[in-house]
């Protein structure tokens, strides 16, 4: 085989203010983001949203310093990653393709085409597969491939998720018991692990891993930590009115204080990079809700980012990837084609709940309508080009 490259997928920030509202713009345009029952919809309601929402946005990333610290982190990841697999005698080639932000998916598949690489290893920075993350990069990889073949390297593979990994496993386990042990008393510290959320029926309905595997994930570094501490599982950072996965960060905190629990580690563990989540979330909100509820000691575990036991892990992934047969894209997204997300994919005739949820579905049309023509001055046959 010719060339080899890695290309590291992952989720892009906006690395100054002003590029918080084109950031969401293009995270809301993103139908594995907000899932909607027609495709031209998309790009308004992103619109919409990206317009009401970027100022708290603004002012949560203006609490961390005005940008997101998500590419440079990654790119430490990389360099780290390159010189990891040099010293095992692997001439591979690193690249970082983001999904909303700078520098984009489709910028690495060019460069990727350019250096002539043959076979690429698609490696996700996300430990848990959610069809929300993994999933969607996979399938604009596979869009930019179907637009245009000629992009395509001769052989890929794909690792859709890894948290099982033993570098990954022990440098979490290392990072939680070097925390526990500046505590005053590490074993009565109430272990917090924090996931990312997602709403219920990503699980529920369309059949994505990522509950599984966050609890599995779970398990496994309480069992790798191998401590007497109690520990609990939450969700964080959902975004609309729908129900995402259970319990809610701040609902089981609140609750641990009333319990009387006063020393809590948080340990972020659906991503591998610090991120407005860790520094602006968990580290200032969660903290004052910790703090007002009388939990008195709220530590947080750090990221990964360039953890020497996790980057070396990472490395003998990709090189085990390699000598592997491939995973295809289509292999690993297969299962998501045929599945039927709405109630009105799977149409009946007659009284049905297809029936009611196109009924309730013209009423939000109309009505969204309605919200866009009041902000914007512009009706929705302007923003489909009809006007
Ligand atoms: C595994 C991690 C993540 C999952 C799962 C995920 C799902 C998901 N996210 C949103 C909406 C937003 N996410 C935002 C930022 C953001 N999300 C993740 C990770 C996951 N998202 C990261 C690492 C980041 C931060 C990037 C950075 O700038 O550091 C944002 C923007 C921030 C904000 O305005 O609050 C939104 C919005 C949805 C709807 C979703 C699942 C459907
Ligand atoms: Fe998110």
Request: proline share 7%.
């Amino acid at each position: 085989m010719g060339r080899v490259g890695v290309l590291l997928l992952n989720l892009g920030g906006p690395e100054q203010i002003e590029d918080v509202r084109p950031f969401l713009y293009n995270l809301f345009s993103d139908p594995e983001i907000i899932r909607l029952p027609f495709s031209w919809m998309q790009k308004p309601l992103a619109w919409l949203i990206s317009s009401l929402r970027h100022k708290k946005s603004q002012a949560n990333y203006m609490e961390i310093g005005g940008g997101s610290p998500l590419r440079g982190i990654t790119e430490e990841q990389a360099i780290a990653l390159h010189k990891s697999l040099q010293d095992k005698g692997q001439d591979v080639q690193v690249y970082i393709g983001m999904r909303y932000w700078h520098p984009f998916t489709e910028e690495a598949i060019a460069r990727i085409k350019r250096d002539g690489v043959e076979q690429l290893v698609i490696l996700p920075l996300y430990p848990q597969f959610s069809i929300s993350t993994s999933g969607s990069s996979f399938r604009l990889l596979e869009q930019i491939w179907t637009d245009n073949p000629s992009l395509a390297p001769q052989e890929h593979t794909v690792i859709p998720s890894w948290y099982q990994r033993p570098g990954y496993l022990q440098a979490m386990a290392q990072l939680i018991a070097r925390e526990l042990d500046g505590f005053e008393n590490p074993d009565q510290v109430h272990i917090f692990f924090s996931a990312h959320g997602v709403p219920v029926s990503y699980v529920e309905e369309a059949g994505d891993p990522y509950q599984h595997e966050i609890e599995e994930c779970t398990r496994l570094i309480v069992q790798t930590l191998n401590r007497p501490n109690r520990h609990t599982l939450a969700y964080q950072s959902r975004v609309g009115p729908v129900e995402w996965l259970k319990p809610y960060t701040e609902d089981a905190i609140t609750e641990l204080a009333a319990e009387g629990i006063n020393d809590l580690l948080v340990v972020p563990i659906s991503f591998v990079s610090e991120h407005i989540e860790t520094l602006q979330e968990i580290d200032m909100e969660y903290r004052e809700i910790a703090e007002e509820a009388g939990i008195e000691n709220f530590h947080r575990v750090p990221a990964l980012n360039t953890h020497p036991v996790f980057i070396e892990d990472l490395a003998n992934l990709v090189v085990e990837a390699i000598d592997a047969p491939p995973l295809t894209l289509d292999q690993v997204m297969r299962p998501q084609k045929n599945f039927k997300m709405y109630p009105q994919e799977r149409w009946e005739w007659g009284m049905t709940t297809a029936a009611e949820v196109w009924n309730g579905r013209l009423a939000m049309l109309g009505f969204m309508g309605l919200l866009i023509e009041l902000i914007s001055g512009h009706g929705p046959l302007h923003f489909i080009g009809l006007l």
